[in-house]
C-alpha cells in the first residue's frame, strides 16, 4: 500500500503545478485514524510544497493534538470540522487560486450560470462569510457554506473543495478554479443568462450518476 503521507505531498505539488496555489499559500489534507483514533493528514503550515518530504506531513486528531515534527496548517480547524461532520469527506483542498479567490473577494455566491455548477452538489456554489484565517468562526462559517456542496467560496480568502479521495478533491479543485474563471470572463461581457431551478433540477438529477462506469 503506498504511504499516505508521500501521496498527500505529491497531490499537494500537483496543486501548484495546476496553478491552483503559489508559494506557501493554501492546503490539504487527507483522512487518516491512528492508534489513538479517528484524524488526518495535512500539510504543514508556512513551508513551501517543493521544499516539503513525507515527515513534515502532520498527523491531526480530532482533539486538535498533533503528531510529527512540524505545525499543521493554521487552517486544520476547518480540516476537522469538515472530517468530523462529513462522513463523506475523505480528502480537503484549500486553495487561493486567481479567479476563485477574485470572484472570493466580491462575496457573492456563483449562481447557476452553467449547467456544471451541479458538479459540486447544488444549483449555486456559495461563499462563505469571512472570518479572519485560522479561526474556529471560520470553520463555522465554511460548514454552512458548503453543507451539501463540495465546494464554497472564502471571502476575501480562496477556495475550497471535498473529496471521497485525494484524487477526485484535486481533480474537483481544477474544475472549479475552471468553473470561476468561466464566470468571471463571462460577467466581463455583461450579465450571464442564469438556468432556471427546473433546469438545474434535471441536471443534478443527471450527475447522481456522472462519472459512473458499470
Known amino acids: 500500500m503506498s504511504d499516505p503521507r508521500q501521496a498527500l505531498l505529491d497531490a499537494a505539488r500537483r496543486m501548484q503545478a495546476a496553478g ?32 516539503l518530504v513525507g515527515e513534515d506531513i502532520v498527523h491531526v486528531r480530532m482533539d486538535g493534538s498533533c503528531q510529527g515534527r512540524r505545525q499543521p496548517s493554521s487552517e486544520w480547524r476547518f480540516h476537522r470540522d469538515l472530517y468530523a461532520g462529513r462522513p463523506d469527506v475523505g480528502a480537503i483542498l484549500h486553495a487561493h487560486s486567481p479567479f476563485a479567490t477574485s470572484l472570493a473577494c466580491l462575496r457573492h455566491d456563483i449562481p447557476p450560470f452553467h449547467y456544471m455548477i451541479a458538479r459540486f452538489g447544488g444549483d449555486s456554489v456559495r461563499c462563505a462569510a469571512y472570518a479572519t484565517f485560522g479561526t474556529q468562526a471560520l470553520s463555522d462559517a465554511v460548514l454552512l457554506a458548503i ?33 470561476c474563471e468561466q464566470y468571471w470572463r463571462a460577467c466581463q461581457l455583461g450579465q450571464p443568462v442564469l438556468l432556471d431551478a427546473a433546469e438545474m433540477s434535471i441536471v443534478l438529477a443527471r450527475f447522481a450518476a456522472y462519472g459512473q462506469q458499470p
Open 147 to 179: 453543507t451539501d456542496r463540495r465546494a464554497c467560496l472564502l471571502a476575501n480568502h480562496g477556495m475550497l473543495v471535498v473529496g471521497d479521495d485525494l484524487q477526485q478533491a484535486f481533480d474537483l479543485g481544477v474544475e472549479f478554479e475552471v468553473l
Open 20 to 51: 491552483l496555489n503559489r508559494g506557501t499559500a493554501g492546503n490539504l489534507s487527507l483522512r487518516a485514524g491512528d492508534s489513538a483514533g479517528a484524524g488526518f493528514l495535512i500539510t504543514p503550515t508556512g513551508m513551501p510544497y517543493d521544499a
